[in-house]
């Protein structure tokens, strides 16, 4: 009989010593300040009798204890700000000064405009271009927005969903005028149609020809850029509506089966497309409980792929996700406080083992944020990864009673959520019945009331006031932005061949009328300067809009 003594060595001598053989660690010898060696888990017979088998080993099924055998050992995650202002030419100063400043990837926040798939110059945008994000129209905005930054050594993640087919070609085509094939491509668009419906609203067209979108891009990517994460899974903003950490994991992943299945209906097979799935997740307040959270959410998906999807490959079962700390908990009062709050939440994330963190700035509630916060924010990542020392273990909680606790009960949890859902139909019905949404509100409403009635503290709003005056640098936009967005559609209007781009739309309409992959025919739209939201509303006609019913 093997004893959990023999798996730990037969686990270090087969899994991850060759791992770190072939990819060295960061370090020749990890200790603490003090000189104690730090081994990359603690042996299962010096730790307490908490120790159980259903937690594994690190990068082995279920994966609980981290996608990856040496984790931060090997890699640390990958640091994205979110960032995206202005016009392309002000993000793109941006991003280069981030990415001097150390930086790894690259996450694009675009104008409401671009989320809805509507040009700078259509008379819905006027008022909001470039102001919540990056104003994106044509190719010609996404070349600017990227030079200087070599595609083939960044990745990029992209927060766009209703057009991310445009976006991503778009990416797609502007590498191809580097010199980048599309096959070397690493990133991530989110393109998470159904939490749109959910909690979100950034959506365009009805649910089932945004989800064929989702499984073209599935089908598109999986041999023209697999390097590319297709989805990006986002239970940040259900969290960010008002739900649960039980309610963010278990709609995130019954969201996931409906897009899993939906696949699968359309011919893929799940190990040809689910390693290019990942997730985005939120770290809240709770400590404790946010580390749970993502450690329950990794042994769940693992089951579901692999007992209700039948997924072979240990790649596909794999939960890999991005986190962003919660914009949803900084406040306007003594938004010094912020920084506080953002490194708990970011700690959180590091030690449930995150893939990438962007860490919210402390002047987030109170406008888009300046450089020097941004730096600060920046900073708050470095130094968790570099002077902490909770980078040096590979799961430094493992085995304590109330995390494996936490993570057993909202595993369970969620568990019962998904089963309900599922028993409704699936995660598509749940929405259309608007059981998702109002399970979300009512969970903010009860937050709410915890909060007016002190059961529940936030520092400098409901307790330990002061009276203050705001003096920190605010961020201010220049006005100019959109008519120069309008001005240079004009221009690229008047210069590129307006009969291709016509041909071009028409066969967009029979594309979009059949079965056809849209995504080469995208590619070559945006190429020939067709633009974003010319493209949006040719699949406008064909497909309609969607209208979100009332609940209430």
């Not at 104690?36 to 603690?42: F, G, K, S």
Request: hydrophobic share 40%; aromatic share 8%; with cysteine.
């Amino acid at each position: 009989m093997t004893t959990k003594d023999d798996q730990y060595h037969i686990w270090h001598e087969k899994i991850y010593k060759p791992l770190t053989q072939k990819y060295p660690e960061r370090k020749k010898e990890f200790k603490t300040s003090s000189g104690i060696p730090i081994p990359p888990i603690t042996p299962p017979d010096e730790v307490c009798p908490g120790y159980d088998e259903k937690l594994g080993f690190p990068g082995e099924y279920p994966f609980i204890r981290g996608v990856q055998p040496s984790m931060y050992r090997g890699r640390l995650w990958t640091m994205r700000q979110y960032a995206g202002f202005s016009s392309a030419e002000e993000s793109n100063k941006r991003y280069r000064f981030l990415l001097d400043q150390g930086q790894t990837g690259l996450s694009v926040a675009f104008d409401l405009p671009t989320q809805i798939g509507y040009d700078a110059d259509d008379p819905i945008a006027l008022g909001e271009v470039g102001k919540v994000g990056v104003s994106i129209s044509s190719i010609e905005d996404m070349e600017t927005l990227f030079d200087q930054i070599p595609m083939d050594k960044v990745s990029t993640s992209m927060t766009i969903n209703a057009p991310a087919a445009v976006l991503l070609a778009m990416y797609i085509a502007v590498a191809k005028r580097q010199g980048v094939e599309a096959r070397k491509l690493r990133g991530t668009i989110q393109n998470d149609i159904l939490k749109e419906y959910v909690a979100r609203g950034t959506y365009i067209f009805p649910p089932t020809p945004s989800m064929r979108l989702i499984t073209d891009i599935f089908s598109f990517c999986k041999n023209e850029v697999p390097l590319w994460n297709t989805i990006s899974i986002s239970g940040y903003h259900i969290r960010e509506a008002g739900s649960s950490a039980v309610q963010e994991v278990a709609f995130t992943l019954a969201n996931a089966i409906a897009y899993i299945e939906a696949a699968i209906k359309a011919g893929l097979d799940v190990d040809d497309f689910a390693s290019q799935l990942s997730f985005f997740f939120n770290a809240h307040n709770n400590f404790l409980e946010e580390i749970a959270k993502f450690r329950a959410a990794r042994r769940l998906y693992a089951s579901i792929m692999k007992d209700r999807f039948g997924s072979q490959k240990a790649e596909s079962q794999k939960l890999r996700f991005h986190t962003q700390t919660a914009g949803s908990t900084l406040t306007a009062q003594q938004p010094e406080n912020n920084v506080v709050r953002v490194t708990l939440q970011a700690l959180a994330a590091v030690l449930g083992g995150t893939q990438s963190l962007h860490t919210n700035s402390m002047d987030e509630a109170l406008w888009l944020p300046t450089q020097k916060s941004v730096q600060v924010a920046l900073r708050t990542q470095q130094i968790i990864a570099f002077e902490s020392g909770v980078a040096d273990s590979v799961d430094p909680l493992a085995g304590s009673y109330l995390v494996e606790h936490l993570t057993d009960e909202i595993e369970k949890r969620a568990c019962e959520y998904i089963e309900k859902i599922d028993a409704m139909g699936g995660a598509l019905r749940a929405i259309e019945t608007g059981y998702m949404q109002n399970e979300i509100q009512d969970s903010a409403f009860q937050s709410q009331l915890n909060l007016e009635a002190g059961e529940d503290v936030v520092v400098g709003v409901n307790k330990f006031h002061v009276d203050e005056e705001i003096v920190l640098e605010s961020l201010r936009l220049d006005p100019a932005i959109e008519s120069n967005q309008r001005e240079k559609l004009r221009i690229l209007r008047a210069k590129r061949d307006n009969d291709k781009v016509g041909n071009l739309l028409l066969a967009l309409t029979e594309a979009a009328k059949s079965d056809t992959n849209v995504m080469p025919l995208l590619v070559e739209c945006v190429e020939n300067k067709v633009t974003l939201g010319e493209i949006c509303n040719q699949l406008r006609k064909v497909w309609g809009e969607y209208r979100a019913p009332n609940f209430l």
